[in-house]
């Protein structure tokens, strides 16, 4: 039987929900850097980033923040492509193999 959850305390803040939600959290963000160190990386990208946000002149990693920003763009624009792609190029192939060799090591 479900407890009651009378005294206010919302389910993500039960111990069992962060023993959950933080190793999933870390897998994430473990999945999305091997992705943009792996096949995601391009010069440009702090480039771009310094140019939409002017006070990060003196920045010269991409953070975090800056890798899922880019992953959500990469899907975003994965969904609407033609509904025939062209098939992968040889360099994305390779890049998607290295990925998942990278990951299962």
């Given at each position: 039987m479900a407890r009651s959850r009378a005294n206010?305390?919302?389910?993500?803040?039960?111990a069992a929900a962060v023993r959950r939600t933080i190793p999933f959290q870390l897998a994430c963000?473990?999945?999305t850097m091997?992705?943009?160190m792996t096949a995601g990386h391009d010069p440009a990208d702090l480039d771009e980033r310094r140019a939409r946000a002017p006070?990060?002149?003196s920045k010269?990693?991409?953070?975090?923040?800056?890798?899922?920003?880019?992953?959500?763009?990469?899907?975003i624009a994965a969904r609407?492509?033609?509904s025939h792609p062209d098939p992968p190029t040889r360099e994305e192939t390779h890049a998607i193999r290295l990925a998942w060799e990278t990951?299962?090591?």
């Open positions: 206010g305390q919302a389910r993500n803040r039960a963000q473990t999945l091997t992705w943009y006070w990060y002149r010269n990693q991409p953070s975090t923040a800056d890798m899922l920003a880019k992953l959500r763009r990469v899907l609407f492509r033609a990951t299962a090591a």
